[in-house]
C-alpha cells in the first residue's frame, strides 16, 4: 500500500508560485492515479486536481483551471503541484491521496499529514 508525504506550503503574496510535493514514502506511485485536495477555513475539503494511473490525463476543478498543474515523476515516485498566480482563496491544507483511478474513492492509508498553504492579498 502506498503512502504519501506532502511538502512545499508556505506563505506566498497574491499572484506569486509555488509547487507542492507528494512524495511516497512507502510503495510506488507508478499504478495509481494520484488526487490533490484544499480543505480551506471553514469549507469542506474539496478536490483540487487529479493524474491518471492510465494515461496521464489530467483534470482540474474550475478554480484552479489555468492556474495549477499536476504532474507526476514515477522515477522519483513523487507527483507535483505547480500553483501559479495564486489567490488568496487557494488558503489552505493541502494534502495528496492515492486512488485506483480519478473520480474513484481514495485509498484510506496512503493520505498525508497535508501541507498549509497561505495567500497573502
Known amino acids: 500500500q502506498v503512502r504519501l508525504a ?3 506550503g508556505g506563505l506566498v503574496q497574491s499572484g506569486g508560485s509555488l509547487r507542492l ?3 511516497a ?9 494520484i488526487g490533490w485536495f484544499r480543505r480551506s477555513p471553514g469549507k ?6 487529479c493524474i491518471s494511473a492510465i494515461d496521464g490525463t489530467k483534470e ?23 500553483m501559479n498566480n495564486r489567490k488568496p482563496e487557494d488558503t489552505g491544507l ?17 493520505w498525508g499529514q497535508g501541507t498549509q498553504v497561505a495567500v497573502l492579498s
Open 60 to 82: 482540474y476543478d474550475d478554480s484552479v483551471k489555468g492556474r495549477f498543474t499536476i504532474s507526476k515523476e514515477n522515477a522519483k515516485n513523487t507527483a507535483y503541484l505547480q
Open 21 to 23: 510535493s507528494c512524495a
Open 25 to 33: 514514502t512507502s510503495g510506488t506511485l507508478d499504478y495509481y492515479a
Open 94 to 110: 493541502y494534502s495528496c491521496a492515492a486512488m485506483t483511478e480519478c473520480g474513484t474513492r481514495t485509498f484510506a492509508d496512503s
Open 44 to 49: 469542506e475539503r474539496e478536490a483540487v486536481s
Open 6 to 8: 506532502e511538502s512545499g
